[in-house]
Structure formats: structure tokens, C-alpha cells
């Protein structure tokens, strides 16, 4: 889907919307071996020890929602992230790796994840300097090997 195609649904979803924020993430629920986009991916089918359920991705997404609205819900009342920053911290498999920023405007960013800020951001350390993220779409390269 192009971009400007998700941006007319997410104008849709959000009429009138001024203040909004887009969550994105992929997880790799049913997808076998030779489906798995990298070598360092995996999926639930394969690391799962018990049979999936027909429904598991709707369970799995109804478990996220929940989840998340408990730690957006943390996070408001306090005004800022420093309830669940050091959850996302801790959690985090970005920081460390390295990354390409796709950002509005055609612009792409490279280098290394180095930190969740206190503010949320994203600090990519890139050949001209260290660079904060609010948004855009953070890719993990490949390591060469």
C-alpha cells in the first residue's frame, strides 16, 4: 500500500484529527521457515512448543490491544513516557542494530540504534552525528557477514 493511500485511510479513520499517532509492527505469526523474510527472523508457528489455534492471531492481536492500552493509559495519566520507558528499554531489540530511518519526504537515514531518549525518541548514531527520531520507519539491515 503507497503511502499516500494509508494516509487517506488513516484521514478516514480520524476525521478531523489534529493530534493522532500511527503504531506500526509486524509479527511473524503463521509463517513457516521458508517464508521468514531474513535469517534472523522467526515466528511464532516455529517457536511456539503447543499447537496454534485457529484464532491465535486475533487472540494475539485482542492481547496486544489490551496491553497497550494499559501502558498508554500509565503514560497519560503521568503526562510523559517515564512510567513504561524502562519497560520499552528493557524490551527493545533496535538499540544496538543497525538501521535505516525511512522518513516523509523520500528521506532515509542510516546507522547505528543507540538509545531510547527520555522523551521517547529514537538517537541513531549516523556518520555526521547522533540523530533523534520521532517518527518514520525504523528497518534492521542485515548484518554483513
Do not use: K
Not at 11 to 20: I, T, V
Amino acid at each position: 500500500m503507497s503511502r499516500a493511500a494509508r494516509s487517506r485511510g488513516v484521514r478516514r479513520l480520524l476525521p478531523g484529527a489534529r493530534d493522532a499517532v500511527i503504531v506500526g509492527c509486524g509479527i511473524n505469526v503463521l509463517l513457516g521457515e521458508e517464508d521468514l523474510p531474513t535469517e534472523t527472523a522467526a515466528s511464532l508457528l516455529l517457536e511456539s512448543r503447543a499447537p496454534l489455534s485457529d484464532d491465535v492471531r486475533t487472540d494475539l492481536l485482542i492481547a496486544w490491544l489490551s496491553r497497550f492500552q494499559r501502558l498508554s493509559a500509565l503514560s497519560e495519566r503521568a503526562g510523559d513516557i517515564a512510567p513504561v520507558r524502562p519497560m520499552i528499554v528493557e524490551r527493545v531489540s533496535t538499540i544496538g542494530q543497525q538501521v535505516r530511518v525511512h522518513l516523509p519526504g523520500e528521506e532515509r537515514v542510516m546507522g547505528t540504534a543507540a538509545r531510547v531518549e527520555e522523551d521517547g525518541a529514537l538517537t541513531v548514531e549516523t556518520a555526521q552525528g547522533p540523530r533523534s527520531f520521532y517518527a518514520g520507519d525504523v528497518v534492521h539491515l542485515r548484518r554483513d557477514t
